[in-house]
């Protein structure tokens, strides 16, 4: 069978007992990045093999994982951080395991968005979350049109770009909260309308991974 298993997205005290207790069983455990994935599983004295899966090489592997799974064992799926196929590989997996009748169970667990929708302090009852949002203006124009409270996510190197071309679109009265590393050390969030978000960002030293959320 197949876990779909989340792993902590900064702090690794944020992982459930029973997801360290089905890597510990895992006959392989497919990981997004060794090196990154390492940490996490030698902190948990985690020694099962792993097979490094990702958007560069799940195409090629596929085939090899389905017969390893028709074998009887055991696969966990997991990325550097938070839940799988949430902005990450996994989605061609799932569905071949579905294709092939081999069961699949994803855990619950850590996943960026939700934190940071809980806390920006909008209404969440309906939102729109759109994982890594089109570099297109016209795309991104669309978008913000939208009723809902939207989240997405953004790397550093495009924050800066992403943020000039939302002021272009946005109404002055329209709040955004950035939130930045969550969990981690140096977790920070940032609240205002885009033009107070924008000079505050630009007096940053622009590190690390960002949640944006627009009302």
Known sequence: MLYIVPTPIGNLEDITIRAI????KSNLILVEN?????ILLNHYNIK?????????????????????????????????????LISDPGFLLVRECIKNNIYIECLPGPTAFIPALIQS??????FFFLGFISKK?????????????IVFYESPHRLLNTLKILKKFLKYNRKIVICKELTKKFQEIFRGNIKEILIFIKKKKIKGEFVIIII
Not at 21 to 24: E, G, N
Not at 34 to 38: A, M
């Open 121 to 126: 302090g909008f209404p969440i009852n309906k």
């Open 137 to 149: 203006k016209k795309e991104i124009k669309n978008i913000i049109k939208n009723n809902y409270t």
């Open 34 to 38: 060794i090196y990154k994935s390492k």
């Open 48 to 84: 099962s093999k792993i097979k490094k899966y990702n958007i560069y090489n799940e195409h090629k592997i596929l085939i090899k994982i389905i017969f390893f799974l028709k074998l009887g064992k055991i696969v966990s799926l997991i990325t550097d951080a938070g839940t799988p």
């Open 21 to 24: 207790k089905i890597l510990k």
